[in-house]
Structures are given as structure tokens and as C-alpha cells.
């Protein structure tokens, strides 16, 4: 199956390169034959990417979807490549307009990945999604080769985890892998041989346009055109009624050439007629001059705030991380699968509880409100970070637990954790429950007003105590 969609791709390539020599706009210089940048352009659709997308259908899915997105970014590409053939650079504008497309492309792609991420192949999209920018290299000087590289690099990171997953398990997966970044390795190539500095654009024939540029993705529009540019200024005018044309401008510099003779002209103020002599003047004419005013801040217009992005809730496995990310009102996180190495990063949960099983190496909780943490056994710290209202219990044992920038921190000690040590700094309202004999727990304030002296030697830093 993989192989007849590979030569149904390079069919589709075929048709494509036998119309443009027929004259359907792809001719360089009105000769009837495509460039051959684009000719070896061809050769990569035909050859990895043609390899791609056989093996991406095969996979099925969301992978299938996302393969015919990047389908469409190539078809734009190479469309693109045609008109810079056949025709001359144009204006900033106008590229923009023409690289409308493949920007189109490159959104949906990367929109796709965002809206799918509870997908089981969640490690493909995001390895296509890393790497989409890509396909920008065209707008890119003076070095679109290693701009590819770089973007190559961003999905190594996803590209391995798939091949970690399944290398032992389902082998389409891997030759999926290898034929995706071998898209990448081939463009680097090509670019290195036909547009090292930049796309290369034709000397001879029309400047490219907008209406040059290929179709949009579906859904996509080029951005409207710019409006036009702003009138000349005449410098032969002006608007406070001074020295204005060249006669004007004569007078100005026959009078500045009389050297010292020019004060001649000016006329003697008397006392009265001065207005910080006589203030009955000031009520008279216009408003009287009082000097600089001190300087203040312009005043900005008032605008409506733009509403927070809301992000979608994340709990994944990263690596050795757990992310738990953006989860509002929800009460039954849970983490079971745990080993020594991982970590647990809570970060903008509000209203939620989690609880972690097993024993694992560390925890933070950052910039979380009205959070509940519930864990077993923790080798490294706790950390709690920017937060207000939160709630923690270890069922087993840590050793250190800190607290830091947070409004609210109620901490609930096992029998096995007394021992714990409790780090604080910048936080208030914080309160440590130890167990007592017949579980009840004791509430216990943690200090947070100091009092320092100077001994005669040193300073000396005690906490007083809290009354009530």
C-alpha cells in the first residue's frame, strides 16, 4: 500500500512538470521548460517526500491528516519556485502576499498538534509541528540552509521518542521517522546547491506580483494589499504663516547677513509694559507665559484589557517529567506510574487536586491557587512557588519541603516525615499539622515576623511569637 501511494506521488509530480513545459506557467524566460532548480525540486517530492506521505497513510490518522497538510505546504512551495523562475524579485509587499500560502500551511499544522494533543500519535504531529517553519526558508537570507537545520534539530527531540516507542514494536514507524527528517536533510541539500544566499529569482521577465502568487491553503486569504503612501511634504510651505518660498526665504537670509546691525530693528520694552512688573497685564491678551511646566507622563488612552489566553489542560509525561499544567476545578488528578528519576511540575492550576503515588525525585507546585497536593514519598524537596491557598500531605516521607513568594501554605506531616525541614522565605499564612497519637492533627504557625539585634559581634535573628 505504502508503495503505490509513493508512485502515485510521483505521478502527480510527473502530470505536474508535463503541464508546466506545456506552457502552464512554468517556464523560465518564456523558454516552455521549468527551471531546473525546479526540476531538482521535483525530485525531492518525488523521492522523500513522496516517501513521507505513503508512509504517513499507511500509519493512518491523525498522522495521515497532518501529512496532507505538509502536502499541500510542498505543492505551495514548489509553486512559488515556479514564479521566482520565470520572474523578478518584487517588492517586500508583494512577497508577502506570495508567501501567504505556505504561512497559511505552516499555521494549520501547527494549530492541528495544539488541538489534538490527548492523540495517541501526539509524538508525530509534534515532531511535524517543531519543524514546519521549515518550509519559510524562502523568505529567508542570507543562510536558508542552516535555518532548515535548526528547524530539523526542534523535532529530534519528538522524532526520538517515537522511535524509542516503537522501535521494538511496529518498524512502518521508524522508516516514518527516517523518511520525514530525510525531507529536511535533502532540502539542505538542494538549497545549497540552488539558493545558498536566498531564493534565486529570475534577471529577465516581469517583477513577481501578488497576483502571482499560488493558491491559499483552504480556508487561508493573502493579506489585504497595503493603502497608499503618504502625500510628500512641501518644504516650500508653511503652517504657522512663516518664511515660506524662495523670496521669503531670500528676505530671511538678507536680514541674517546684517551681522550686529540686525537689533537695530528691535524696539525697547518699557517697565509697564512688562508683565512680571505689572500684573494687571497678565488679566489682559492671552494667557501669560509661566515658564516650563515639570515634566509628567503622556496620558495613554484607556483601553479595554485583552481577555487571558486560555490554554488547554495538560497531564503527560515529558522526558522525565510530568506535566501538570492549566487544570481549573478539577478534583481527581492522579499520578501512578512513577519511578526514582521523574519529577512533577504543577504550574497554573487553580481549584484542583492531585495526589502523586510511588516515590519519585522531586515536586514543584509554581503559581497555582487553591491547590491540593497529596504525595507518598519524595527522595529530593517540595517546592512551592508563587502560589496562594494551597494545601499539601505527604504520606510518607521527604526531607525538605520550600515555601517561597506563596500567601497560604498549609503542610499536613506523616508520622514518617517529622523530621522534615521547612524552608521559608517572602510567604505568610503558612501553618505546619503534626499527627498526634490519635490522629488528630495539631496546627502549628510557622513564624513570619523576625526580630534582629546586634550582640556586640554579630547579628542575632529570632522569631517572635505569634499571639492568639
Known amino acids: 500500500m505504502a508503495e503505490l501511494a509513493g508512485l502515485v506521488q510521483r505521478l502527480e509530480v510527473a502530470v505536474g512538470r508535463l503541464e508546466a513545459m506545456s506552457g502552464g506557467g512554468g517556464s523560465s524566460g518564456g523558454s516552455g521548460v521549468v527551471s531546473a532548480y525546479v526540476e531538482a525540486y521535483d525530485e525531492l517530492i518525488a523521492g522523500p517526500v513522496a516517501q513521507y506521505i505513503a508512509l504517513s497513510q499507511k500509519i493512518g490518522g491523525d498522522v495521515q491528516k497532518h501529512a496532507e497538510m505538509m502536502k499541500q505546504g510542498f505543492s505551495c512551495q514548489r509553486q512559488l519556485l515556479v514564479t521566482a523562475s520565470s520572474s523578478q524579485k518584487p517588492s517586500d509587499d508583494a512577497m508577502k ?98 539558493h545558498t544566499t536566498g531564493l534565486s529569482w529570475s534577471k529577465t521577465g516581469p517583477v513577481a506580483s501578488a497576483s502571482s502568487a499560488p493558491p491559499s491553503a483552504p480556508g487561508g486569504r493573502a493579506p489585504p494589499p497595503p493603502g497608499p503612501p503618504p502625500p510628500p511634504m512641501d518644504l516650500g510651505q508653511s503652517s504657522s504663516g512663516g518664511v515660506s518660498g524662495p523670496d521669503g526665504r531670500g528676505a530671511l537670509f538678507a536680514s541674517i547677513n546684517k551681522g550686529a546691525d540686525i537689533t537695530k530693528g528691535l524696539r525697547h520694552v518699557s517697565d509697564k509694559e512688562k508683565t512680571h512688573k505689572n500684573p494687571g497685564l497678565r488679566s489682559q491678551g492671552g494667557p501669560a507665559h509661566t515658564g516650563p511646566k515639570p515634566f509628567s507622563s503622556p496620558k495613554q488612552p484607556a483601553t479595554a484589557a485583552a481577555p487571558a489566553r ?159
Not at 102 to 117: G, L
Not at 355 to 373: A, E, F, Y
Request: proline residues 5%; glycine residues 6%; aromatic residues 8%.
Open 97 to 194: 502576499s506570495l508567501l501567504a500560502p505556505v504561512s497559511k500551511v505552516i499555521e494549520q499544522v501547527q494549530t492541528f498538534r495544539e488541538q489534538n494533543r490527548s492523540s495517541p500519535l501526539f509524538n508525530h504531529l509534534s515532531a511535524i509541528s517543531e519543524s514546519v517553519p521549515a518550509l519559510g526558508w524562502l523568505a529567508v537570507a542570507p543562510k536558508p540552509g542552516p535555518y532548515v537545520k535548526e528547524m530539523q534539530d526542534a523535532a529530534m527531540f519528538y522524532t526520538n521518542r517515537v522511535l524509542k516507542d516503537y522501535k521494538d514494536k511496529d518498524k512502518t514507524h521508524v522508516d516514518w521517522v527516517k523518511a520525514y527528517l530525510s525531507i529536511w536533510t535533502e532540502l539542505q541539500n538542494y538549497i545549497k546547491q540552488h
Open 310 to 468: 486560555k490554554l488547554p489542560p495538560v497531564l503527560e509525561l515529558d522526558g522525565k517529567k510530568w506535566k501538570v499544567e492549566n487544570h481549573e476545578g478539577v478534583q481527581n488528578l492522579v499520578i501512578s506510574d512513577t519511578e526514582l528519576k521523574q519529577v512533577v511540575y504543577a504550574y497554573k492550576c487553580s481549584n484542583s487536586t492531585l495526589q502523586v503515588k510511588g516515590k519519585l525525585n522531586s515536586i514543584t507546585v509554581d503559581n497555582c491557587k487553591k491547590m491540593g497536593l497529596v504525595f507518598d514519598d519524595v527522595v529530593g524537596i517540595v517546592e512551592v512557588i508563587n502560589c496562594k491557598d494551597v494545601k499539601i500531605q505527604v504520606t510518607g516521607k521527604v526531607p525538605t519541603i520550600s515555601i517561597n513568594k506563596t500567601d497560604g501554605c498549609h503542610v499536613y506531616l506523616s508520622e514518617g516525615s517529622l523530621s522534615c525541614e521547612i524552608v521559608s522565605a517572602k510567604s505568610s499564612e503558612m501553618n505546619v499539622l503534626v499527627p498526634g497519637k490519635d490522629g488528630d492533627y495539631t496546627e502549628i504557625p510557622v513564624p513570619e515576623q523576625f526580630k534582629t539585634v546586634w550582640d556586640g559581634r554579630k547579628l542575632v535573628t529570632t522569631a517572635t511569637e505569634i499571639a492568639g
